[in-house]
């Protein structure tokens, strides 16, 4: 059985190791408090200020196109064509930033923006309409960014968001950087995210123009291998889940707990209501999993899968878990980096 990912894998974890507070706010909800186990007690809260405007050669084709394929080494040269996604010239901080060692730090004021901060710590959002904008977050907790349920608008531009690998409370590693346990919209962009597992976890919200790299393998407290992958969605969700135009590489090793650059999975409910356009996706045991029998509203269109990892985008292939026949499916003009064109094999 495949273990628990997403927002309810990290409550689990939060609740056996006990690093998280209660539901219950031990400040006032409209106070900025620091976490329940902070590892540095705040250098200042954060205030609701003026609200920021958030605004080479080509590979040679591959030897399959979709799921099913053997493990390839083959590692081939990056196409130009990945030249046109997000990297780390275009994403993170804007601004010069200014020191903040805040620790584990709870964020319960609505309408709180946080600009312009080097954050040393974690974030843990117990409010609504928060922005993290032209900041950067180097986390050693399970989380760099993390919205509890109950609470809506988050916001997370032009942020740089890393840890610091071997000093994570999950046996060294750490988990989430952007984690929505809620189940309102999240938006992420612009953001130059690496380090955590599983970079991007959420059931609903926007995710575009980031640049996900340098995952790291760690094994977890019960000594498995933590599983790897840029975005992930446990399924089950409430709302629609876009994936736009990002960078997503997954670098781990399969034998290390590469799972994906997407990985859309069924753990906690059937996998609904999702569009993946416009990305690069590289790495993993395979590049996608799309959502497997009960998948339905899945829109796959217009996506590059690199080999610059291995032949075949992910070690066994592309994609797997493609549900060609289930309702409001759509794959439509997806290619490897060389141009040429991927056809999923059928889930099962």
Same mark, same amino acid.
């Given at each position: 059985m495949r273990r628990l990912r997403g927002? $309810?894998?990290c409550l689990a974890l939060l $609740?056996?190791?006990?690093?998280?507070g209660s539901g219950a706010p031990s400040a006032s909800p409209h106070t900025a408090g620091t976490h329940d186990r902070p590892s540095a007690a705040p250098a200042s809260s954060p205030s609701p200020s003026a609200t920021a405007s958030p605004t080479p050669s080509p590979s040679s084709p591959p030897s399959a196109t979709g799921s099913g394929a053997k493990p390839s080494t083959r590692v081939t040269t990056v196409a130009p064509v990945e030249a046109d996604f997000p990297s780390a010239r275009t994403t993170g901080p804007r601004t010069r930033l200014k020191p903040h060692a805040t620790g584990n730090m709870s964020v319960r004021t609505d309408g709180t923006v946080i600009k312009g901060w080097d954050i040393t710590g974690s974030l843990d959002i117990y409010a609504n309409d928060v922005t993290i904008v032209d900041s950067r977050i180097t986390s050693t907790n399970w989380w760099g960014v993390n919205l509890r349920p109950g609470h809506h608008g988050l916001r997370v531009l032009h942020t740089t968001i890393t840890a610091v690998p071997g000093k994570g409370p999950?046996?060294?590693?750490v988990d989430y950087a952007v984690s929505n346990m809620g189940t309102s919209s999240v938006e992420v962009g612009w953001c130059d995210i690496s380090v955590f597992g599983?970079? $991007?976890s959420m059931g609903q919200g926007t995710i575009h123009d980031n640049y996900v790299h340098d995952l790291v393998p760690f094994r977890n407290a019960g000594g498995e291998w933590q599983h790897t992958d840029a975005v992930i969605s446990g399924g089950g969700n409430t709302g629609r889940l876009v994936i736009r135009h990002n960078t997503l590489l997954n670098p781990v090793d399969v034998n290390r707990g590469a799972s994906a650059s997407i990985g859309l999975f069924a753990d906690t409910g059937h996998v609904s209501d999702t569009v993946i356009d416009g990305n690069l996706l590289a790495g993993g045991a395979y590049a996608l999993y799309g959502g497997g029998d009960g998948a339905t509203g899945i829109t796959v269109t217009d996506n590059v899968f690199s080999t610059r990892y291995h032949g075949n985008a992910g070690v066994y292939g592309a994609v797997t878990a493609w549900n060609a026949t289930g309702s409001g499916n759509v794959w439509r003009d997806n290619r490897f980096?060389?141009?040429t064109p991927i056809t999923p094999a059928p889930a099962g």
């Open positions: 927002p $309810l894998a $609740l056996i190791a006990g690093c998280s999950d046996n060294g590693g599983n970079a $991007l980096a060389d141009g």
